[in-house]
C-alpha cells in the first residue's frame, strides 16, 4: 500500500492535484512561522530591552544593608551583581551669599551599574534635557559626580564645577541624560547624583537611623534573564523560611509597572497576530482539501472497482496527506525563516541589530502547526473519499456522509482550538477570538442559507437572461454557494480586523500614552499659591493646570478593627498598612477614572469613599467597609460607596482614595499638579522652582520618553506583521474562490453548449460574484466590528468606537475579491469551445 501511495502522490503531483493544497499549506505554515520567528526574536530583544529599564533582570530591594550571604549564593551562580544605595539629601554649590541647597536623591553605585542597559551622559546642558547623550562606559570615578541637567539650572553648577554632598567635595564631570532603572515612585523624581559607592564613607551622610534603600542588582551572564529568576526563587524562599522583613524583590512586572502594562499588551497584539494567522490557515486549507476531495471522487470509485478495500483507500490517502503535509511543513518553516529577516529587513533601525537570535521552537512549532492543520481540516474529507460507492463510475451520484466521517469536523473544531489555545498562550484571547470565529461561521452560513432563499422570488425581478442565470447558478448548488460565503466572509473579517479594526485599536493604544501627556509634577503647593503658580504655568505654554488637593492620612482602622503590624501576612498589604496615603477630595470624577463598584458619591454630608480597586483587593476592602484615618492627630471615619479603575500608565495625578469634601474641610492640604511642559517653556520651570522654594517640581519625561520609545517600537513592529498576515489572508481568499473553479467550469461549457453566449455568461458570473461578495463583505464586517469591541473591551481594555465605513469597506472589498477572484478562475473556461470545456471538465 505504501508503494502505491507513492505512486498516487507522484501522480497527482503531475497531474496538478496537489499542488493547490501543497501552496494552501505552505502560505499557512509559512505565515505562522514568520510570525512566529520574528515574534521570538522580537519578544526576546523586548523583554531584553524592557529589562534595561530595570537595569538588571532582578533587583533586591532593602531598608537595611543586604547579607552578604546573598551576594555571595548569587556570583556562586555565576550571576553578574552590581549595589546601589539611594537616599533622598541636601546638595550644595555655591560660596557665602551665593551658595543654593536642593533635596536631591543621591545615589551610590559599584562598578558594573547598570547590569542591563547604560547611563547616558553629556557635557552639554541643552542636549541633557532633551536625554540626549552617550552610553557610559563605567560608573562615575572616585571624586567626581554625575547629576541631572534639573540640579544644574537649580544649582547654577556647570560640568567641571564643584558640588557639595556631607563633609566631601565632588567635581562635577557628567550630566545625566538618560537613567534606565529610574523607576516611577516620587522618591525617585528627585534630581539625582550619582557619585561612586566608594565615596559614600567620607560624605558621612550615612549614620544611624539614616533612611537608606539598598538594592542588589542581579542578572544573567548572557541574554537569558531565567537564572536570575532562579536566583528569585531560592531567595524568596529564604526569606520566607527566615521571616525576613523589609525586603522585596522587584522584577520587571513589579519595579516597572508602567513598562509592564505596555509589554502586556504588546504581548497580546503579537498574539493576535499569530491567532488571525491560524484562522487564515485554517480556512486555506479546508478549502485546498475539500477541492482535492471533489476531484478524486472518481479516483476512489475506479479504486474500489479494482478490488480496493475502504480501509485500503483510506490509507492511500493518508499516506498521500501525510507526505504533503511533511513537505509543506517543511518548505513553510523554511520560507517563513526566510520571510522573518525580510521583516527584521523592512523595520531597518527599529528593530537593534542585535536582536537575539530566534530559538528552534517557531520551527517545530511550524512543523506541528501543518501537521496539525492537516489532520484537522484535511481529514473529513479523506474519510469521505472512503465512502464513495462503486456505482459512481457510471452514476454520478454522491453518496450522504457517513456520521464517522461528520464526526471528525469536530476534530477539525477540536484542531483548531488547540492552534489558538497553543499560538496565544492565553485562554481568554484565544476563547475570545476563536469563539467569535466559530459564532461567526454559525450566522454566516444561517445568513447565506436564508439569503439564497430570499433570491427565489427575485429570480424574474429583472428581464435580463444574465440575471437569471446568476440567480439559477446560486440557487443550483446552495451548499457550494454558503461554503463559498462563509470562507468569503471569515477570512474577509480576518482582513477587516487587520486593517480598518487594527488602526482603531492602534489609535486607542497610543492614547493612553499621547504625546501631550504630563511630563512634570508640583507637590506641595501652598493654597495661597494656587492662583501665582497657575499664572505662571499658562505663560510657560502650559495649556491646562489642574490642581488636586492632596491630604497625607495613616488607615488605623477597617470596621472598627484596629490595624497593626500582625493583621496583613501580604508584604505589600502590610507595606501599604504602615505607611500614609495621599488622599484627596472633590466632587467630579478625575480623568483616567472609571468607577467599576458602587455609585459616584462626593456630594454629601456623610463620610464617603471612593477607593482604587487593585487597593481594595490587596487590602481585603469591599463596598459598605468603614475605613478610619488618622489625619493630624484627627480621626476621620468614612464609608467605601464606590471602586474604581485607574490607568497607573497615564502619567497623571491619581489617588488610591478620594473623600467628599465636607469631611475633608478642616483637614490640612496642599495642592498637586500634572502639566505638560513645553520644550520652550524649561526656563520658565526653572524660574518657578527659584520663585517658590518650597515647591518640589518633579521632572518625568526620562521615564515618559522611555515609555513612549518602546511603545511605538512595539505598535510599528505590530503593524508590520499585520502586513505580512494581510498578505497571506489575500492568498486564503484566493484560494476559496477557487474552490468551485471545477463546478462553475462544467456549468459554464454546459450553458454555451445549449445557445448562451460568451456575453451571457459573463454577465452572469460578475453579478453572481458580486452578490456573493457584497454579502460575504458585509456579515465580514459586521463581524469584525462585534470582534473588534470585544477585544478592546474585554482583551485591551481600550475605548472602542466603530466606523460605519467598515461596513462600506467590506461590501466593496467583497465584491472586488470576489469578482477577481471568479475572473481569474473561469477566464480561460470563457475562452475554449464548449465541447473542450466539457471533455475536460
Known amino acids: 500500500m505504501f508503494r502505491q501511495a507513492l505512486r498516487m502522490t507522484a501522480r497527482d503531483w503531475r497531474a496538478g492535484q496537489l499542488r493547490f493544497l501543497l501552496v494552501a499549506l505552505v502560505v499557512a505554515v509559512a505565515a505562522l512561522s514568520a510570525a512566529g520567528f520574528f515574534i521570538d526574536r522580537l519578544r526576546a530583544g523586548l523583554n531584553r530591552d524592557a529589562h534595561q529599564l530595570l537595569g538588571a533582570d532582578l533587583v533586591v530591594v532593602a531598608d537595611n544593608a543586604i547579607p552578604a550571604a546573598w551576594r555571595e549564593e548569587a556570583q556562586r551562580?555565576?550571576?553578574?551583581?552590581?549595589?546601589?544605595?539611594?537616599?533622598?539629601?541636601?546638595?550644595?554649590?555655591?560660596?557665602?551669599?551665593?551658595?543654593?541647597?536642593?533635596?536631591?536623591?543621591?545615589?551610590?553605585?559599584?562598578?558594573?551599574?547598570?547590569?542591563?542597559?547604560?547611563?547616558?551622559?553629556?557635557?552639554?546642558?541643552?542636549?541633557?534635557?532633551?536625554?540626549?547623550?552617550?552610553?557610559?562606559?563605567?560608573?562615575?570615578?572616585?571624586?567626581?559626580?554625575?547629576?541631572?541637567?534639573?540640579?544644574?539650572?537649580?544649582?547654577?553648577?556647570?560640568?567641571?564645577?564643584?558640588?557639595?554632598?556631607?563633609?566631601?567635595?565632588?567635581?562635577?564631570?557628567?550630566?545625566?541624560?538618560?537613567?534606565?532603572?529610574?523607576?516611577g515612585g516620587f522618591v525617585n523624581f528627585a534630581p539625582r547624583v550619582f557619585i561612586a559607592l566608594s565615596d559614600l564613607p567620607a560624605t558621612n551622610l550615612v549614620q544611624d537611623g539614616s533612611r537608606v534603600g539598598y538594592?542588589?542588582?542581579?542578572?544573567?551572564?548572557?541574554?537569558?534573564?531565567?537564572?536570575?529568576?532562579?536566583?528569585?526563587?531560592?531567595?524568596?524562599?529564604?526569606?520566607?523560611?527566615?521571616?525576613?522583613?523589609?525586603?522585596?524583590?522587584?522584577?520587571?512586572?513589579?519595579?516597572?509597572?508602567?513598562?509592564?502594562?505596555?509589554?502586556?499588551?504588546?504581548?497580546?497584539?503579537?498574539?493576535?497576530?499569530?491567532?488571525?494567522?491560524?484562522?487564515?490557515?485554517?480556512?486555506?486549507?479546508?478549502?485546498?482539501?475539500?477541492?482535492?476531495?471533489?476531484?478524486?471522487?472518481?479516483?476512489?470509485?475506479?479504486?474500489?472497482?479494482?478490488?480496493?478495500?475502504?480501509?485500503?483507500?483510506?490509507?492511500?490517502?493518508?499516506?498521500?496527506?501525510?507526505?504533503?503535509?511533511?513537505a509543506g511543513s517543511a518548505l513553510g518553516v523554511l520560507a517563513g525563516f526566510g520571510a522573518h529577516y525580510v521583516l527584521l529587513q523592512l523595520l531597518g533601525s527599529l528593530v537593534a541589530a542585535d536582536i537575539p537570535a530566534p530559538s528552534v521552537l517557531p520551527a517545530l512549532q511550524g512543523m506541528a502547526t501543518g501537521m496539525l492543520l492537516l489532520a484537522g481540516f484535511a481529514l473529513p474529507p479523506v474519510l469521505q473519499l472512503r465512502n464513495v460507492p462503486h456505482n459512481r463510475v457510471i452514476r454520478r451520484e454522491a453518496a450522504a456522509p457517513k456520521p464517522a466521517a461528520l464526526a471528525t469536523y469536530g476534530l477539525g473544531i477540536a484542531a483548531f482550538g488547540a492552534l489558538l489555545l497553543w499560538q496565544s498562550n492565553d485562554l481568554k484571547l484565544a476563547g475570545v477570538t476563536g469563539g467569535g470565529f466559530l459564532l461567526g461561521y454559525g450566522v454566516f452560513a444561517l445568513v447565506g442559507w436564508l439569503g439564497l432563499q430570499a433570491l427565489r422570488p427575485l429570480r424574474n425581478a429583472f428581464p435580463h437572461q444574465a440575471w437569471r442565470f446568476a440567480v439559477t447558478s446560486l440557487r443550483r448548488r446552495p451548499g457550494a454557494t454558503v461554503v463559498q460565503v462563509v470562507s468569503l466572509s471569515l477570512g474577509l473579517m480576518a482582513l477587516l480586523l487587520l486593517t480598518v479594526v487594527r488602526g482603531d485599536l492602534m489609535s486607542a493604544w497610543r492614547n493612553t500614552m499621547p504625546p501631550d501627556a504630563p511630563n512634570r509634577f508640583i507637590i506641595n503647593i501652598q493654597p495661597d499659591q494656587k492662583d501665582a503658580i497657575a499664572a505662571r504655568l499658562k505663560q510657560a505654554g502650559v495649556k491646562e493646570v489642574t490642581m488636586f488637593p492632596m491630604i497625607r492620612g495613616r488607615l488605623v482602622a477597617v470596621n472598627d478593627k484596629v490595624i497593626t503590624s500582625q493583621t496583613y501576612t501580604d508584604e505589600r498589604?502590610?507595606?501599604?498598612?504602615?505607611?500614609?496615603?495621599?488622599?484627596?477630595?472633590?466632587?467630579?470624577?478625575?480623568?483616567?477614572?472609571?468607577?467599576?463598584?458602587?455609585?459616584?458619591?462626593?456630594?454629601?454630608?456623610?463620610?464617603?469613599?471612593?477607593?482604587?480597586?487593585?487597593?481594595?483587593?490587596?487590602?481585603?476592602?469591599?463596598?459598605?467597609?468603614?475605613?478610619?484615618?488618622?489625619?493630624?492627630?484627627?480621626?476621620?471615619?468614612?464609608?467605601?460607596?464606590?471602586?474604581?479603575?485607574?490607568?497607573?500608565?497615564?502619567?497623571?495625578?491619581?489617588?488610591?482614595?478620594?473623600?467628599?469634601?465636607?469631611?475633608?474641610?478642616?483637614?490640612?492640604?496642599?495642592?498637586?499638579?500634572?502639566?505638560?511642559?513645553?520644550?520652550?517653556?524649561?526656563?520658565?520651570?526653572?524660574?518657578?522652582?527659584?520663585?517658590?522654594?518650597?515647591?518640589?517640581?518633579?521632572?518625568?519625561?526620562?521615564?515618559?520618553?522611555?515609555?513612549?520609545?518602546?511603545?511605538?517600537?512595539?505598535?510599528?513592529?505590530?503593524?508590520?506583521?499585520?502586513?505580512?498576515?494581510?498578505?497571506?489572508?489575500?492568498?486564503?481568499?484566493?484560494?476559496?474562490?477557487?474552490?468551485?473553479?471545477?463546478?462553475?467550469?462544467?456549468?459554464?461549457?454546459?450553458?454555451?453548449?445549449?445557445?448562451?453566449?460568451?456575453?451571457?455568461?459573463?454577465?452572469?458570473?460578475?453579478?453572481?460574484?458580486?452578490?456573493?461578495?457584497?454579502?460575504?463583505?458585509?456579515?465580514?464586517?459586521?463581524?469584525?466590528?462585534?470582534?473588534?469591541?470585544?477585544?478592546?473591551?474585554?482583551?485591551?481594555?481600550?475605548?472602542?468606537?466603530?466606523?460605519?465605513?467598515?461596513?462600506?469597506?467590506?461590501?466593496?472589498?467583497?465584491?472586488?475579491?470576489?469578482?477577481?477572484?471568479?475572473?481569474?478562475?473561469?477566464?480561460?473556461?470563457?475562452?475554449?469551445?464548449?465541447?473542450?470545456?466539457?471533455?475536460?471538465?
Request: glycine share 10%.
Open 215 to 326: 538594592r542588589l542588582m542581579v542578572a544573567g551572564p548572557g541574554a537569558s534573564s531565567r537564572p536570575a529568576q532562579e536566583y528569585g526563587d531560592w531567595l524568596r524562599a529564604l526569606i520566607k523560611k527566615d521571616n525576613v522583613r523589609g525586603v522585596r524583590i522587584e522584577s520587571l512586572e513589579e519595579g516597572r509597572p508602567e513598562m509592564s502594562a505596555t509589554l502586556d499588551r504588546a504581548d497580546r497584539f503579537l498574539s493576535l497576530v499569530g491567532l488571525l494567522s491560524a484562522m487564515l490557515a485554517a480556512v486555506a486549507v479546508a478549502m485546498a482539501a475539500r477541492r482535492f476531495m471533489q476531484r478524486h471522487l472518481d479516483s476512489c470509485a475506479m479504486l474500489r472497482c479494482l478490488g480496493l478495500t475502504q480501509n485500503q483507500v483510506t490509507l492511500i490517502y493518508l499516506v498521500e496527506f501525510l507526505l504533503v503535509g511533511l
Open 573 to 841: 498589604a502590610r507595606g501599604l498598612a504602615e505607611r500614609e496615603f495621599n488622599l484627596s477630595t472633590m466632587t467630579g470624577i478625575p480623568p483616567q477614572n472609571q468607577v467599576t463598584a458602587g455609585k459616584w458619591e462626593m456630594n454629601g454630608s456623610a463620610g464617603e469613599a471612593s477607593v482604587e480597586e487593585g487597593l481594595a483587593k490587596t487590602l481585603g476592602l469591599k463596598m459598605g467597609d468603614t475605613m478610619r484615618f488618622d489625619i493630624a492627630g484627627s480621626p476621620v471615619d468614612v464609608k467605601i460607596t464606590s471602586l474604581r479603575k485607574l490607568e497607573w500608565g497615564s502619567m497623571r495625578v491619581n489617588f488610591f482614595v478620594i473623600i467628599n469634601p465636607a469631611v475633608m474641610a478642616d483637614t490640612p492640604q496642599t495642592w498637586i499638579t500634572a502639566f505638560h511642559l513645553p520644550k520652550e517653556g524649561l526656563a520658565a520651570g526653572n524660574a518657578l522652582s527659584r520663585e517658590f522654594p518650597n515647591l518640589t517640581i518633579i521632572d518625568v519625561g526620562g521615564v515618559l520618553r522611555q515609555v513612549q520609545s518602546v511603545l511605538d517600537q512595539v505598535i510599528q513592529a505590530v503593524e508590520f506583521l499585520f502586513a505580512f498576515t494581510l498578505l497571506s489572508g489575500v492568498l486564503v481568499l484566493y484560494a476559496a474562490l477557487m474552490g468551485s473553479q471545477d463546478e462553475r467550469r462544467r456549468e459554464a461549457g454546459l450553458l454555451r453548449a445549449l445557445g448562451a453566449t460568451r456575453r451571457q455568461l459573463s454577465q452572469a458570473q460578475l453579478i453572481e460574484f458580486m452578490l456573493v461578495g457584497g454579502l460575504g463583505g458585509l456579515l465580514a464586517a459586521t463581524g469584525a466590528g462585534l470582534m473588534g469591541w470585544g477585544l478592546a473591551t474585554y482583551q485591551f481594555k481600550f475605548a472602542w468606537t466603530f466606523s460605519p465605513m467598515v461596513w462600506l469597506a467590506g461590501l466593496l472589498a467583497g465584491a472586488i475579491c470576489a469578482v477577481i477572484g471568479g475572473w481569474l478562475g473561469l477566464r480561460n473556461v470563457l475562452k475554449q469551445p464548449p465541447l473542450q470545456t466539457l471533455r475536460e471538465a
Open 77 to 183: 551562580r555565576g550571576l553578574l551583581v552590581a549595589d546601589t544605595q539611594a537616599f533622598p539629601s541636601m546638595a550644595q554649590a555655591g560660596q557665602s551669599d551665593a551658595a543654593r541647597s536642593v533635596l536631591v536623591t543621591l545615589k551610590a553605585v559599584s562598578p558594573g551599574y547598570p547590569l542591563r542597559g547604560r547611563v547616558k551622559v553629556n557635557t552639554d546642558l541643552a542636549q541633557a534635557n532633551e536625554s540626549i547623550g552617550t552610553p557610559a562606559p563605567a560608573a562615575p570615578e572616585a571624586g567626581t559626580a554625575w547629576i541631572d541637567p534639573a540640579l544644574a539650572n537649580a544649582l547654577d553648577v556647570a560640568v567641571g564645577g564643584t558640588l557639595q554632598l556631607g563633609d566631601k567635595q565632588f567635581r562635577v564631570a557628567q550630566l545625566i541624560a538618560a537613567e534606565p532603572d529610574r523607576g
